[in-house]
Nanobody
Framework: QMQLAESGGGSVQAGESLRLSCVVSELAVNYCMAWFRQAPGKEREGVAT????????FYADSVKGRFTISRDNGLNTMYLQMNNLTPGDTAMYYCAAERDGRRCYSAINSLDDENFTYWGRGIQVTVSS
């Protein structure tokens, strides 16, 4: 069973940066991956997706230009570099993965969480003003 584990969260001031990591238990190159987040009282929303090889990326408008998704398949790890953080970025952040090719094709240009089968437990990011 594929397992995902997030790390790198924490509490920062507005304008600062954080880098989240997501380590997976199987060969990462076989999975497209994504980051989602959920703030208290709000629905889960997509942040960014990345294709199996890392050649394609897709971002939510709210993070475009500030966040960068990347992956190192040799380390079975995906990253989310978050710069110029704002209080609006405060949320629990989740990494997600999918192996099915057709679901990945749908996922890579959308932020629909229904495309992803495997999920991490989440990690908290808190940004204060």
């Amino acid at each position: 069973q594929m397992q995902l584990a997030e790390s790198g969260g924490g509490s920062v001031q507005a304008g600062e940066s954080l880098r989240l990591s997501c380590v997976v238990s199987e060969l990462a190159v076989n999975y497209c991956m994504a980051w989602f987040r959920q703030a208290p009282g709000k629905e889960r929303e997509g942040v960014a997706t990345i294709s199996m090889t890392g050649a394609s990326e897709f971002y939510a408008d709210s993070v475009k230009g500030r966040f960068t998704i990347s992956r190192d398949n040799g380390l079975n790890t995906m990253y989310l570099q978050m710069n110029n953080l704002t209080p609006g970025d405060t949320a629990m952040y989740y990494c997600a993965a999918e192996r099915d090719g057709r679901r990945c094709y749908s996922a890579i240009n959308s932020l629909d969480d229904e495309n992803f089968t495997y999920w991490g437990r989440g990690i908290q990011v808190t940004v204060s003003s």
